[in-house]
């Protein structure tokens, strides 16, 4: 929907018929998506040709004797993001979304991937592909069992399947005479070849004492004791996920974009404990660490890397009980441990542990905001400023909010590749620009900036969604409920140990009530400089139940596809609640929001909002003030201590009408009264 100008008397008559039915939506732009349909073929430049990889790939196929080959956008630790190197899935197809699945038979391709990727698949997947629009592996093995004959093979790496994903497609081809069959080469890093990554050979460091909440030998000695409380009495807990190796130790790296781990495995026992990683990148300061109480059952042995198979095989031949997390743990390790040898959970207690921020990592992470609401303070200015000059694009606003938390104290780079999404591809929810496709900013579309740091201290995410012009009557209702979504989740008083999956309706209930949605999660844990999505926190069903200093992202948000997008995104704190009446020994829990940045006023409208969404607005800009005031007047940053002021006034029915009237005079004002200079 384009933007129109309303008068306020218009927009009050307008105003009824909007809330008895929604504005129809339009079709999107299709100049950039592929069309299979015509001949010959509408390709756009955004394409990747995938006839010779497939072709090599089938040939390799028919060698091992395998009529389909399953690739996923994973690595052998399952994590979500990926280093170059792994990302098997994107050099194959052309797709290089975060979530996804690809088949490859002898005759066809198809890529599963949820909604959020849609638009991006056709933007960059050429005719060889199928896209299919349903993301359960229930789907691809009907698939499968449509596609390949009985008596065939289906091959797949199983150090790139967990142990859950394994069975899953098991389950699905039981009985069908379609055998699953683990091809340990992978094909497609055969058919890459030399073009393929080479692996990391930068510096795996010891973060320093200050932004740890323990050292690694209390961390060590907390997991033993899990161990010793079991029921089962495990030997050992292997550890796969990178996150869990980084987090045990308090090792850092930068092996995968945007998130600071390491490619690594731990094998912890009752009396030793082994690190598996290329001994030639540890700093002189992270050997000395780890060896510094050698020998012991508090020394770490040092092993490579590709060595963890055939320790773990040795190990399982003992009298042993080795606790593994299904979620993360590769069906190519979990099957050289024989069957009564294995004590499985979803999640290893290192996870579980990590996930539980003490009182230090909780002030750490608090610091962290407060300087990372600065660098979003400073954006939101400098966009106040340049947006109605015309002189800034997606990809260089992009750029300009990272560079301003990179000149933050204890900052290392960006948590992840920053959303900046102007118009229509903010209805792409995982949208990112780039220097030859960045549409401009402009003052009659809304703008959604979805960006993150990784501080020493912490790691932060936040989205905020603007429009500087004259939104319409549909984007403010759509922007205010997405925000009273928000507001809910976050008030809500809650049994400790809910599962998040039990909440999470109430950040969806303001839509819901007149037929809206969206179509992602509402929100992910954080580490603490670790990963922007940080598993097991969450409100999905596989996430663990909430618990008292948890921190998890609360971020609700709307799309309208070909027209706009909205997403507010807050990083807050689990919290025990104050209640009226304290019964039993469950605590009440609450959250506690850390992101310090104030939303858009110009897309509230207050008329929506109940009298208690109001008090909590009014609160949490009082917060805001408390927090980030002296931090901007710290730093001389009086401009955007003013702005910070302005936007954090507090909301009564009043006033809100004549503050979003005088938004546009005050942008323009700014703009003309004070001279350009860097943040």
Not at 127 to 151: F, H, M, R, Y
Not at 188 to 196: A, K, N, P, S, Y
Request: proline content about 5%; glycine content about 6%.
């Amino acid at each position: 929907m384009s933007s129109s100008r309303w008068t306020t008397w218009a927009w009050m008559l307008l105003l009824p018929g909007c809330a008895m039915g929604w504005p129809k939506q339009s079709s999107s732009a299709t100049s950039d998506i592929r069309n299979c349909t015509i001949s010959p073929p509408f390709l756009p430049p955004s394409v990747t040709d995938t006839s010779a990889q497939l072709n090599a790939l089938r040939q390799r196929m028919q060698f091992y004797n395998i009529s389909a080959y399953i690739i996923p956008a994973t690595d052998a630790h399952m994590s979500e993001y990926i280093a170059e190197r792994d990302a098997r899935l994107a050099w194959i197809s052309g797709f290089t979304g975060s979530a996804g699945t690809g088949v490859v038979t002898t005759k066809k391709a198809g890529l599963w991937t949820d909604s959020r990727y849609w638009t991006q698949a056709e933007r960059q997947m050429d005719c060889n592909w199928e896209l299919q629009k349903i993301v359960w592996t229930d789907s691809i093995g009907e698939w499968l069992l449509q596609e390949i004959p009985a008596g065939e093979n289906i091959g797949l790496d199983p150090f790139l399947f967990s142990i859950d994903l394994w069975n899953s497609y098991a389950r699905v081809l039981q009985g069908s005479s379609r055998i699953l069959v683990p091809i340990e080469d992978n094909l497609v890093d055969l058919v890459w070849g030399m073009q393929r990554p080479p692996s990391p050979t930068s510096e795996i460091y010891l973060l320093p004492e200050t932004f740890t909440g323990s050292t690694w030998q209390e961390k060590v000695s907390g997991i033993r004791r899990q161990m010793e409380q079991h029921s089962r009495s495990p030997t050992a807990v292997l550890l796969s996920a990178l996150e869990e190796t980084a987090w045990l130790f308090n090792l850092r790296g930068d092996d995968i974009s945007y998130n600071p781990v390491f490619y690594s495995y731990a094998l912890l026992t009752t009396s030793d404990i082994s690190l598996f990683v290329d001994r030639s990148r540890l700093s002189a300061e992270a050997l000395q660490s780890l060896s510094a109480q050698c020998p012991g059952p508090l020394c770490v042995q040092v092993k490579e890397y590709d060595q963890v198979r055939a320790r773990v095989q040795t190990y399982a031949q003992g009298d042993v009980r080795v606790w593994i997390g299904t979620e993360y743990t590769t069906y190519g390790l979990y099957r050289v441990i024989p069957q009564d040898k294995l004590l499985e959970s979803s999640y290893s207690p290192v996870m579980t542990t990590k996930a539980v921020k003490n009182t230090k990592e909780q002030t750490l992470l608090r610091a962290a905001h407060v300087r990372d609401a600065v660098a979003v303070i400073q954006y939101l200015l400098w966009l106040e400023k340049n947006v109605p000059k015309g002189s800034v694009d997606e990809f260089s606003g992009a750029r300009y909010v990272d560079k301003l938390r990179r000149e933050k104290e204890h900052c290392k780079g960006a948590s992840f590749e920053t959303i900046s999404a102007s118009g229509l591809n903010a209805a792409l929810a995982h949208y990112s620009p780039s220097n030859v496709s960045s549409r401009k900013l402009s003052v009659d579309e809304m703008y959604l900036s979805d960006s993150g740091g990784q501080y020493l201290d912490g790691t932060t995410d936040i989205t905020r969604t603007v429009h500087w012009g004259d939104p319409t009557p549909f984007q403010k209702e759509a922007y205010t409920r997405v925000l009273m979504g928000n507001i809910d989740l976050t008030r809500l008083v809650f049994p400790s140990e809910t599962s998040g999956r039990m909440v999470e309706a109430f950040a969806r209930r303001a839509l819901w009530e007149v037929g809206l949605n969206y179509g992602h999660g509402t929100g992910h844990g954080i580490g603490n400089f670790l990963s922007v999505h940080e598993w097991p926190v969450g409100f999905q069903s596989n996430n663990v139940p909430l618990v008292k200093g948890m921190f998890t992202s609360i971020e609700p948000g709307y799309y309208q596809e070909g027209e706009f997008g909205i997403r507010i995104e807050d990083v807050a704190l689990v919290v025990e609640a104050q209640t009226k009446h304290g019964v039993g020994e469950k605590a009440y829990l609450t959250f506690e929001v850390l992101s310090l940045v104030p939303y858009d006023r110009n897309l509230i409208d207050i008329s929506f909002l109940s009298e208690d969404q109001i008090q909590y607005l009014n609160t949490y800009y009082e917060t805001i003030r408390q927090r980030v005031g002296p931090e901007l007047q710290r730093r001389q940053l009086e401009e955007e201590y003013e702005w910070l002021r302005r936007n954090t006034q507090p909301f009564s029915r009043g006033t809100l009408v004549a503050a979003s009237l005088g938004t546009l005079a005050i942008t323009s004002l700014v703009s003309a009264l004070l001279p350009d200079r860097q943040a």
